[in-house]
């Protein structure tokens, strides 16, 4: 039988060769893959690596079946880490207080986040202006961390605001209906809340205090599995394939994760612009020169400064670098 191109093309995708297309390209079977459970929350940066890995296949090709679950936050997975019920879980920068407090440890970096923001109601135009005002605030987020940041700066604590703890999706009813002056935040709930009032105001965000302090959100694997150094290698394989795919074709990694949240792509788009996104390489000489420690180190001391934590541990005792780096 000739085999022409198409021929050849069909035989490749039914394996009539005795070879799988799966096979071919480096998959592992399925009755040889680990089986992790992984959480991640419903915005970009929080779901883009996992929706692009399952979209592409990566989980698949690196010897993984993933079962995902979604969170509102990073804290909420940590518990779940610390209960059993997860393996592996997405974290911003606003909750890296638990890995720095020996509650979970860091695999990887995800991005480098500009997604915070310290936003008011009209006619509030300066941090100085929210002394005695409602400001809403996720707690032990990274729009809480902003937050103590921007008060510090502006000579202010957080005795001088009136603090009410909320989670996001309340912020945005909160904040449209007045019912607090300010809040910490982050896109797309920023968009959201400017859907509403278009003429409210940001008063700071992460970039205004770059490079002094880093905003990395991460991955981190619990207690128990971070012992199983194949396993934590494997997920670190999908998220730098998956990590350079997003770098590399935004649009598309726009497009994929909004069809895995089942929601525009608008929003997702604008987020996906409000962060540094280096490649996995650079991530692997920033973590072997001591950079991504130092980024670490820097947040855990801030957090001991605002009283969140006593005694952080040092960024080598919870980031695993040297499975990251190979």
């Given at each position: 039988m000739a085999i022409t191109k198409r021929t050849l093309v069909k035989a490749l995708g039914t394996g009539i060769f005795g070879v799988s297309l799966g096979i071919m390209t480096g998959a592992a079977s399925s009755a040889d893959a680990d089986n992790i459970r992984m959480g991640y929350i419903a915005d970009y940066f929080g779901t883009s690596m996992a929706a692009i890995a399952t979209e592409k296949g990566l989980w698949e090709k690196h010897g993984l079946k993933a079962d995902l679950k979604v969170f509102t936050n990073g804290p909420i997975q940590v518990q779940a880490l610390g209960a059993g019920s997860l393996d592996f879980a997405y974290i911003g920068p606003g909750a890296l207080w638990l890995p720095a407090s020996g509650k979970a440890?860091?695999?990887?970096?995800?991005?480098?986040?500009?997604?915070?923001?310290?936003?008011?109601?009209?006619?509030?135009?300066?941090?100085?202006?929210?002394?005695?005002?409602?400001?809403?605030?996720?707690?032990?987020?990274?729009?809480?961390?902003?937050?103590?940041?921007?008060?510090?700066?502006?000579?202010?604590?957080?005795?001088?605001?009136?603090?009410?703890?909320?989670?996001?999706?309340?912020?945005?009813?909160?904040?449209?209906?007045?019912?607090?002056?300010?809040?910490?935040?982050?896109?797309?709930?920023?968009?959201?809340?400017?859907?509403?009032?278009?003429?409210?105001?940001?008063?700071?965000?992460?970039e205004d205090f770059f490079p002094d302090v880093a905003f990395p959100s991460s991955f981190i694997v619990s207690d128990a599995m971070s012992g199983n150094a194949a396993v934590v290698k494997k997920v670190n394989a999908v998220i730098?394939?998956?990590?350079?795919?997003?770098?590399?074709?935004?649009?598309?990694?726009?497009?994929?994760?909004?069809?895995?949240?089942?929601?525009?792509?608008?929003?997702?788009?604008?987020?996906?612009?409000?962060?540094?996104?280096?490649?996995?390489?650079?991530?692997?000489?920033?973590?072997?020169?001591?950079?991504?420690?130092?980024?670490?180190?820097?947040?855990?001391?801030?957090y001991a400064d605002f009283g969140k934590i006593k005694d952080p541990l040092p960024a080598k005792d919870f980031y695993l670098s040297d499975l990251y780096a190979e």
């Open positions: 440890k860091i695999i990887a970096v995800n991005a480098l986040g500009y997604t915070d923001r310290v936003i008011a109601q009209p006619g509030i135009e300066t941090i100085a202006d929210l002394k005695g005002k409602k400001v809403g605030v996720p707690e032990g987020t990274s729009g809480d961390m902003l937050l103590r940041l921007a008060l510090e700066r502006a000579g202010l604590t957080l005795d001088d605001i009136e603090v009410v703890r909320m989670d996001p999706s309340t912020i945005v009813t909160a904040f449209g209906s007045g019912q607090v002056d300010a809040a910490g935040i982050w896109y797309p709930f920023v968009e959201v809340i400017r859907n509403r009032i278009p003429d409210m105001n940001e008063l700071t965000s992460n730098k394939e998956a990590l350079d795919f997003r770098r590399d074709n935004m649009n598309e990694a726009v497009a994929i994760t909004a069809k895995f949240l089942n929601v525009p792509e608008g929003p997702l788009a604008k987020e996906a612009k409000l962060a540094k996104l280096p490649s996995s390489k650079e991530l692997e000489d920033l973590t072997r020169d001591g950079k991504v420690d130092a980024w670490f180190d820097t947040l855990a001391r801030l």
